[in-house]
């Protein structure tokens, strides 16, 4: 599609548990970014790639949290061992170049709720 | 450090009436500012910016000035429609870094 794609859009999972959540950028989109909405608040930074490197992953909570982008264009997010806290709505969002003024599109959304 | 600050909701407002939703903003160096709009079930999507202090953004209807003096960059429109409803988040970035930085957003809801 043209889009950002964010695959699943739900999951529910229990404490505990492994996630991966998918991200398929706009082909040709060079950066990429990772972003956690918690209800009510705007979005949190978590990760950025600039190709196939994480240029800058300062805004993960923990090391539960990692994210790859092996090929400079998919990307997944993982938690593990998740936790209630961790319930939230995860977005992702790509650019044509990094460090770009210009837009960030985003995708829908993967909500993940941690039981 | 960078951070936004706007102006809390939920917003209802009769169409055709003026809208005014703040945004102020903390920021080092010069950032370049954002207004953002997810309408209900879709993803965010820019809805105009400015880079520039002085720099007014337009789009829609929508009209929003970077306002260095005072580091605020509302969001303005002289006559709202249903259509307008939706989620509003202001932004920044830095311009120094590769982070945006976003507001909490504000929902607004257009009655007829």
């Known amino acids: 599609g043209a889009g950002v794609s964010q695959t699943p859009s739900n999951k529910v999972t229990e404490k505990g548990k492994y996630v991966e959540l998918r991200c398929d950028p706009i082909s040709g989109h060079t950066a990429l970014y990772w972003y956690r909405q918690s209800l009510g608040q705007g979005p949190e930074f978590l990760i950025y790639?600039?190709?196939?490197?994480?240029?800058?992953d300062s805004g993960l909570p923990n090391d539960r949290f990692f994210a790859v982008r092996p090929e400079g264009s998919v990307s997944t997010l993982k938690i593990q061992r998740t936790e209630r806290g961790d319930s939230a709505v995860y977005l992702c969002?790509?650019?044509?170049?990094?460090?770009?003024?210009?837009?960030?599109?985003f995708g829908e959304g993967s909500r993940l709720t941690v039981l | 450090g960078n951070s936004v600050t706007q102006m809390e909701g939920p917003v209802t407002l009769s169409e055709e009436a003026f809208l005014t939703i703040n945004c102020t903003y903390t920021a080092t160096g010069y950032p370049s500012l954002f207004w953002y709009v997810q309408y209900p079930g879709e993803g965010l999507q820019l809805l105009l910016k400015a880079t520039k202090a002085d720099d007014k953004g337009s789009n829609k209807g929508f009209e929003a000035t970077y306002r260095k003096e005072t580091t605020s960059f509302h969001l303005e429109k002289g006559s709202v429609q249903v259509s307008d409803s939706a989620v509003y988040f202001c932004?920044?970035?830095?311009?120094?870094?590769?982070?945006?930085?976003f507001g909490t957003g504000t929902s607004l809801t257009v009655i007829p």
């Open positions: 932004a920044l970035t830095p311009n120094t870094g590769n982070q945006f930085y």
């Open positions: 790639f600039q190709g196939t490197g994480a240029a800058d």
């Open positions: 969002a790509s650019s044509v170049l990094a460090g770009d003024t210009g837009e960030l599109f």
